[in-house]
């Protein structure tokens, strides 16, 4: 498990969310620590590196 900090898309807070290094692409709805609003996590790892990160609002 690897601490990522970043910016919620909703109250602009610097936020933390614990991602899952063994899983190569992920995607999955998370709550705002802060704000409790639904943030899309999609995170990619290479060999246990975060290659790629986006934290974005659901609403359309």
Excluded: K
Excluded at 28 to 52: G, K
Aim: glycine share 2%; net charge negative.
């Amino acid at each position: 498990m690897e601490e990522h900090f970043f910016q919620c898309p909703y109250c602009w807070e610097q936020i933390s969310m614990l991602l899952d290094t063994s899983v190569r692409e992920q995607t999955y709805i998370e709550d705002c620590e802060i704000c409790c609003n639904p943030i899309e996590i999609h995170a990619v790892f290479q060999e246990a590196e975060l290659q790629s990160f986006d934290a974005g609002s659901i609403e359309q």
